[in-house]
Antibody
Framework: QVQLQESGPGLVKPSGTLSLTCIVS????????WNWIRQPPGKGLEWIAN???????KYNPSLKSRVTISRDTSKNQFSLELTSLTAADTAVYYC???????????????WGQGTLVTVSS | DIQMTQSPSSLSASVGDTVTITCRAS??????LNWYQQKPGRAPTLLIY???SVQSGVPSRFSGSQSGTDFTLTITSLQPEDFAIYYC??????????FGQGTRLEIK
């Protein structure tokens, strides 16, 4: 049974850089697609980026200039870096596996428990 | 980007009721539509994938259907644990993957 666990700082400063890691257990990150999704307090869900089993990455165009997703296959984990932070980046950040269907079609399952990141001085 | 519009944004119902939540895509997404349930302080969990396939372990009172670019989540015989927020999500045309704004299902 695949499980995901996010880790990273809970508080980061404006204009700074957020770095989060998702540790995957019970399955290999060299299979499936691995994603970052965020949710501002009291608001809806926003997909940030994913990384394929091949290493190909895709980004949300609204964040693309500030985001990098990467992986470390030796540690079976993948990471998110988000730069030039503002208060609008305050959110719960989730990592999730995407199970592929046909073409690019997929669904998110399972999700990590999420980690709250607050951008504040 | 493909926009996903959910309706209603909130809904009150009683235990035992049947409710429907609708998600409309701004363009064709075939059947690339998933539904999630989110309870307070928890990550979303998958209910329905590919418009109408029920995820393993999800009660049979949950079902999904499609008519063109309109998708429906139906919950029959509401149980107390079903009161939550529900989101639709498309993965037909990426990037980006997009979600609906959510529907809050509350106890009447």
């Amino acid at each position: 049974q695949v499980q995901l666990q996010e880790s990273g700082p809970g508080l980061v400063k404006p204009s700074g850089t957020l770095s989060l890691t998702c540790i995957v257990s019970g399955g290999s990150i060299t299979t499936s697609l691995w994603n970052w999704i965020r949710q501002p307090p009291g608001k809806g869900l926003e997909w940030i980026a994913n990384i394929y089993d091949s290493g190909t990455v895709k980004y949300n165009p609204s964040l693309k200039s500030r985001v990098t997703i990467s992986r470390d296959t030796s540690k079976n984990q993948f990471s998110l870096e988000l730069t030039s932070l503002t208060a609008a980046d305050t959110a719960v950040y989730y990592c999730a596996r995407a199970q592929a269907l046909v073409g690019d079609s997929s669904y998110f399952d399972p999700w990590g428990q999420g980690t709250l990141v607050t951008v504040s001085s | 980007d493909i926009q996903m519009t959910q309706s209603p944004s909130s809904l009150s119902a009683s235990v035992g009721d049947t409710v429907t939540i609708t998600c409309r895509a701004s363009q064709n997404i075939n059947s690339c539509l998933n539904w999630y349930q989110q309870k307070p302080g928890r990550a979303p969990t998958l209910l329905i994938y590919a418009a109408a396939s029920v995820q393993s372990g999800v009660p049979s009172r949950f079902s999904g259907s499609q008519s063109g670019t309109d998708f429906t989540l139906t919950i029959t015989s509401l149980q107390p644990e079903d009161f939550a927020i529900y989101y639709c999500q498309q993965s037909y045309s990426i990037p980006p993957i997009t979600f609906g704004q959510g529907t809050r299902l509350e106890i009447k």
